[in-house]
């Protein structure tokens, strides 16, 4: 398969002898990266000949930053010129850049856009991804120019962009207030000890280099994507280490074998530089979340910490649970210059009765284990799981105001409360259908005959699964006096 081609611009300029960069926060609502920390970016279009002219387009695009031959200038999304209507039309669909800049009688200055090495994704990101840097220097005639570019960034793509000096915003990252990808974490730390050489901000001593597996998303907040037999269309469980010079790893899902060496592999890294793994800690007992927590407890001679619950269920699998963990404690790791890391556990049943999420308070990001999904949905099955708890559990969850939510399954999430939300009223809008399959049947119904009633907007396949979660509903419904039930038929009560 070949990899999808994209191109990235960062601006630097010099104010009073001390470099620049500018950088942006991507929208909260982009699928991908939503709320992350980044340059400017996007796909090679066909018309784009080269990364330079992708990096070029994306620029004028997303800031309007046009870099051509007679100078730089910066063009308003609302200008009234041919050139104002051309970066509206690059907003909206796709264009054939060079050409129509010939026609307007400019040309790119491609010689300004210092190639910086290439990146490509991680292994386990889909569809893989190879990304161009290059680095755009403004001259000392621009600056004026450009004090403004924040207020001229295009809306849909960025929350907020600013002018900061390489220094200050790695500190950022460091200090957990901002979140960024492997690369761009290179290039402003490649920016902050040396601005004026672009061969420092190469990915290493080749022009290209993969990105390694696990994303430090903030100083001390790593996230490794393991492949795990879990429940389709996901494929892997997030594996979280947490930390700076005590550590903490989350949910080894893996099997001993090549994924949990990739795990080992870090965690060696991380303790051959001075580091302590304190303990592993679990979110909750399924078999992908805790299929490497024997051997790498055995490895790093490291405690096990979970729910009670968790602690009983897993008394049959040879896993001892050593420290139980309950809703409001905090597990407090040492870190570095920049402070603490500290974890504040919530306990979340509903989908497992011990389920925990972990909070990492220095950054806001919420570590929610298997509560929401955003690759794939999260099966609520009885006994072992309780709609009721579950809903109080989403609530729970939308209390701590976390700025950014690392699921198990599926990429990270900004506005989490927004997500939250969403899970509450889509299962709260199924609960509706079930009392409506209720109130259409005469006489008592099997859960089997409710199935296609209820889910009828789901393929037939999912229907065995979907089933679990309907007797989840149906015994919140019970619950609340809304069902009655004996045995495994239920019926409505009426008004
Ligand atoms: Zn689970």
Known sequence: ??????????????????????????????????????????????????????????????????????????????????????????????????????????????????????????????????????????????????????????????????????????????????FMTTPIEHIVRALAEDASSPGRLLPGEQEQAVSQAHIEIVAGLRVLPLHTATLLPATHTNCVIVGQSELVIIDPGSKPGAELDKLWELVDRLVDAGARLKAIVLTHQHPDHVGGVRETATRYAAPVWAHAATALALEGAGIRVSRLLDDGERLVLAGDAGGEHALECLHTPGHAAGHLCFYHERSGCLIAGDLVASTGTIVIDPPEGNMGDYLASLRRAQRVGARMLLPAHGWLVAQPERLLEHFVEHRLAREQLVVAALEQCENPAMLLELVPIVYADVPEYVWPLAARSLLAHLEHLVEQGVAGREGDRFWHCGQ
């Open 1 to 178: 398969m070949t990899a999808k081609k994209t191109a990235s611009a960062v601006l630097i300029r010099t104010r009073a002898g001390r470099a620049e960069l500018f950088w942006a926060q991507r929208a909260l609502a982009r699928a991908f990266l939503g709320g992350f920390h980044a340059f400017f970016a996007g796909s090679k279009l066909p018309a784009d000949a080269s990364f330079v002219a992708c990096a070029a387009r994306e620029l004028f695009e997303e800031a309007g930053v046009l870099v051509t031959r007679s100078g730089t200038r910066l063009i308003a999304l609302d200008e009234d010129s041919a050139l104002g209507v051309l970066r509206r039309r690059a907003c909206t669909g796709e264009l054939d850049f060079e050409s129509e800049l010939g026609e307007l009688g400019l040309q790119l200055d491609a010689a300004r856009f210092e190639p910086v090495g290439h990146w490509l994704t991680p292994p386990w990101l889909l569809p893989t991804s190879e990304t161009a840097f290059f680095v755009v220097r403004l001259g000392d005639d621009d600056h004026g120019i450009f004090d403004a570019l924040a207020d001229h960034l295009q809306v849909e793509e960025f929350e907020v962009g600013s002018w900061i000096e390489p220094a200050a915003a790695l500190a950022a990252w460091q200090t957990g207030q901002v």
